[in-house]
Structure formats: structure tokens, C-alpha cells
């Protein structure tokens, strides 16, 4: 679906159907005049009597079929709404639409502009917000069915913002733009996410992240099985070393012009494109949900896909991807509880758990990062822990750091794009628990406190001086529940949006 402005007078405004969202009490002729004028019947068409502004309450308007104007959709936000009600009614209203199979809709530059008023926010960051929902809650996935269903309405065509201004305002191009790079990116790692296993495997992310590089002129290497082991990334291998597919290590560059010197923001996205649990085998109850295990993998080459698209690339700093990949299955050949291992780093784990797996593909990753580059500051993304979701429930993410002006970044972004991140600490007085009798430490300390324990182990394998935030997505990055904007049960694309936010914060 294409988003579009329409700069004219009512009497040229063309719409299936215009949207508007309003609060209980409020008339469409008073929050959008000039709509109301263009469509002199929706003010007195018996449905409009039906309508009281509830939440998630939604009436259609129908005028004459022929006239520009022909259908109004009254959208209930409640009494005292949040954004995230606005994001959730502007996601279902599309979707209502497509089921009519309606293919060209309206918004009112009017309502836009009263919204933006209630919500303390410019219009630009309103309408930024409005696109990505509309992009966003229309997602489906559909390609891994052996027929399309004929009875599937297709996507309307066009989003249109009607208005009677003579001239666009440039900052509301940036913000539609913007908020169609971040949908594309979105969207693209929720398809990675929900893609089987059979199909989205190491070596196809590393094909991924070939198209991208080739689409936006990003540099790129991906090293193979021989290659990982030259780095002495011995905690990577040993996750892998079950698996009949190979590991791959992706690497992936935004550098502007200029840039090349300068030091580089990395987002390092935990790989993981099944995870059994190894020889530590997990219970067969959703273990089909393990294909999302790469979510943080998913969510780096979603931000790439949406820094390719941004309109003011100029904003961001040079952006390193960091993505370790590989399977972690049982087998002959598979590691074991009781195993040693050494990593990158040289520092040596004891492997108690195989299932506590994510973190070491991740350490030798963050050891990569700091030996061959001087960061601004690195990220690791990752659905890591089963207890940072008994923490924070299925939609909270936690973030782990003890740099206070990272986490204040993470938590602004979350804020701004309504996604639901919370800090969690990194208590160095944790720090024993995860002691080993024959190793510098092992990979897992008790069950109380697993998400910081996770966290603690990470953090070990950070510099002093290295600025770094862990980001735990366990619970946002694959949800069992559809969402108002993640109508799918899988992947949601969490994190290509905060990445987005961080990036330009740090240029």
C-alpha cells in the first residue's frame, strides 16, 4: 500500500473511504470542518446516531455510490486514550477496510492535526505513527501456502492525507517516508521470523543480508565453518556443532561518505534459526515456536532494510550488524553438559545447560566487535531467556545495562514507538552465581534470576571502557497472540524501530 498526500480543495478530495477517530462527545464538523464540507451528507446519515466513540467501536457512513466521498468510518478511541489505542485503531480500521475490499482510503489532515494536539505531539510525529500502524497491521503471512485463498481481500491500494493546505509541509514527508522504511523493515523481519526453519536457515540469512547489500550498497562478509574457526570463536562452534547445516557470520556496514573513521554503532541479533535445546532437549510443546529464535538476527537485517529506504540516511552514523548464526540440535556430534569450551576472548566456559545456548554465540560475537573495532556504543538483541517473559509478560522486553544515557536512549525510543521495554538490573553482586568448578565460569547460574544471570554472562565479556546495552526480546520478539499491529500470531519485528531511534540518537 502506497501513503500519499493530496494537497486541494474538499470539492477534489477522492476517497473508498475517509477515517476518522474521535473521542466520546466529539462531532466530525467540529474536529474536521473541511471534511465535513466535502461530505455534507455524513452529518446526516442515520448511522452517525449509532456512533458514541468507544473504544474499538467503529460505524460506516454511506453516502451516494458515485459521489468522491462515498463511505465515512467513524473509529472509537475511548474517554482518556493512549497512543497506543490510536496505533490500535488505526491498524484495525485498515484491516476493516481491506475486508470490504476497499482499495483507496482518506485521512483527514484535520483529525491528524486535533489528535496530534491531545497527544502533546507535533503533526509530523502523529502522522509518523499513523502510517507505520496502518503498514504495520495489515501484515499477513501467506507465502508458505500451497494456494492463495481466493476469498483473501488484497491490501488497499492507497492511503491518501486529504488536505486544503497550498503547500506540503516538508517535515511530513519526512515522517511518512520515514515511517514507511521502518514498516518495510518490520515487516521484513517479521517474515523472517515466521518462516519455517526448513527455510530460514543460516546460510539464507546470510542471502538476506547479500540483497540488501546489493539493493543499498552496504559492504558485507559472511564467513563460513572454516572461517569462524580461524577467529577461535570456540563458544559459537560448539552451539552449532550438532547441526548438519553450517554456521554462517554475517557482517554487515552502513558507512556514509566521510564516515569511514568514525567509530561505528553495532547491533549485534542473536541467530538462532532453531533451537532445540541441543543435548539439553526442550519439552515438545511449542518447541515449533524455536524457528523464532533468530529474532534478533531478524531485527539488525529489518533495520538495514529500513536505513536503505530512510530518506535522511544523513541522520544516521556509520552502523555495523553483527549476526552470528547457526542450529542448535542434538546428535552425535552435538556439545554436551560438562563440556569446556574457549572463547573468542580466550576466557573458558563450562557448559552446564546446552539450552542456555544464545549467550554463547553472542559473547564470541561481542568479543569480535571490541577486538576489530572501536564502538560508539554496541547492542545486542536477542530472545534469550525464558524468565525475562515470567519478569515481564509476553510483550516486555528487558534492558540491561549500566550505561544510564543508553538505557534512557532505549527507553525514549520505546516510548515514542509504543513498544513496551523496561530496565533490569545487572547486579554485580550476582556475579558468583554463575561460578564453575573447572572452567573460568559456567554458562548458566541458578533458575531465580535467570534473565540477569544471562545478562551477568554477557557482561563479562564486555570491556570496561565498551558502552553496551543487552536487549532481552524473549517475550516481544515471537508472540502466541495476534496484536493490534502484529495480526499474526510469530514474529513482530521488535527492535527495528529502537534501533532507528538509537542510531539517530547517536549520530
Request: aromatic share 6%; with cysteine; net charge negative.
Amino acid at each position: 500500500m502506497d501513503f500519499t498526500f493530496l494537497t486541494a480543495s474538499g470539492a477534489a478530495w477522492e476517497a473508498d473511504c475517509t477515517l476518522l477517530f474521535l473521542r466520546p462527545g466529539q462531532e466530525p464538523a467540529v474536529v474536521a470542518p473541511a471534511l465535513a464540507e466535502a461530505a455534507p451528507w455524513s452529518e446526516i446519515s442515520p448511522g452517525r446516531k449509532d456512533f458514541q466513540g468507544k473504544k474499538d467501536e467503529r460505524v460506516m457512513l454511506y453516502g451516494h455510490p458515485d459521489i468522491p466521498l462515498p463511505r465515512l468510518l467513524l473509529c472509537g478511541l475511548g474517554e482518556k486514550p493512549e497512543m497506543n489505542d490510536l496505533r490500535a485503531a488505526v491498524a484495525k480500521a485498515l484491516r476493516h477496510c481491506r475486508d470490504l475490499r476497499l482499495a483507496a482510503l482518506g485521512l483527514s489532515e484535520e483529525n491528524l492535526r486535533e489528535l496530534a494536539g491531545f497527544f502533546d505531539l507535533s503533526l509530523p510525529a502523529l502522522l509518523k505513527e499513523v502510517v507505520f500502524a496502518a503498514l504495520a497491521g495489515l501484515y499477513r503471512c501467506e507465502e508458505y501456502r500451497g494456494k492463495p485463498d481466493p476469498a483473501l481481500a488484497p491490501d488497499p491500494r492507497r492511503l491518501t492525507l486529504l488536505t486544503t493546505a497550498k503547500r506540503l509541509d516538508d517535515d511530513l514527508l519526512r515522517a511518512a517516508r520515514q515511517a514507511e522504511a521502518e514498516a518495510a523493515g518490520v515487516l521484513l523481519a517479521r517474515g523472517l521470523v515466521n518462516g519455517p526453519a526448513n527455510v530460514i536457515t543460516p546460510e539464507r540469512l546470510a542471502e538476506e543480508a547479500d540483497a540488501l547489500a546489493l539493493r543499498h550498497g552496504y559492504k558485507l562478509t559472511v564467513r563460513g565453518l572454516e572461517a569462524i574457526e580461524a577467529l577461535g570463536m570456540g563458544a559459537f562452534l560448539f552451539v552449532g556443532q550438532g547441526a548438519r547445516r553450517e554456521p554462517r557470520f554475517i557482517e554487515l556496514e552502513y558507512c556514509p561518505a566521510g564516515a569511514e573513521h568514525d567509530e561505528p554503532l553495532i547491533l549485534v541479533g542473536k541467530g538462532i534459526t532453531f533451537d532445540t535445546g541441543g543435548i539439553s532437549l526442550k519439552p515438545p510443546l511449542k518447541m515449533h515456536e524455536m524457528k523464532g529464535d533468530m529474532g534478533g538476527a531478524a531485527a539488525v537485517l529489518g533495520f538495514f532494510a529500513a536505513l536503505g529506504r530512510m530518506p535522511d540516511k544523513e541522520a544516521f552514523p556509520r552502523v555495523i550488524g553483527l549476526i552470528p548464526s547457526c542450529e542448535n540440535m542434538p546428535g552425535g556430534n552435538a556439545g554436551r553438559p560438562g563440556d569446556v569450551v574457549t572463547t573468542m576472548s580466550g576466557k573458558t566456559v563450562e557448559i552446564l545447560n546446552t539450552d542456555a545456548e544464545g549467550r554463547l554465540i553472542l559473547c564470541d560475537a561481542l568479543a569480535y566487535a571490541q577486538k576489530h573495532y572501536k564502538a560508539k556504543a554496541i547492542v545486542d538483541v536477542a530472545t534469550l531467556t525464558g524468565a525475562c517473559v515470567v519478569a515481564l509478560g509476553d510483550l516486555g522486553a528487558g534492558v540491561f545495562t549500566r550505561d544510564r544515557q543508553l538505557r534512557a536512549l532505549v527507553l525514549d525510543a520505546a516510548d515514542a514507538t509504543g513498544e513496551l521495554y523496561w530496565p533490569l538490573p545487572l547486579w554485580k553482586e550476582y556475579d558468583d552465581l554463575l561460578k564453575s568448578d573447572t572452567a573460568d565460569f559456567a554458562n548458566v547460574g541458578p533458575r531465580e534470576g535467570g534473565a540477569l544471570n544471562a545478562a551477568l554472562f554477557l557482561n563479562r565479556f564486555i570491556e570496561e571502557q565498551t558502552r553496551w546495552v543487552h536487549l532481552d526480546i524473549a517475550g516481544p520478539g515471537y508472540v502466541s497472540k495476534a496484536t493490534p499491529l502484529s495480526p499474526v500470531p510469530g514474529g513482530t519485528g521488535t527492535g527495528v524501530r529502537i534501533f532507528c531511534s538509537l542510531a539517530r540518537a547517536l549520530k
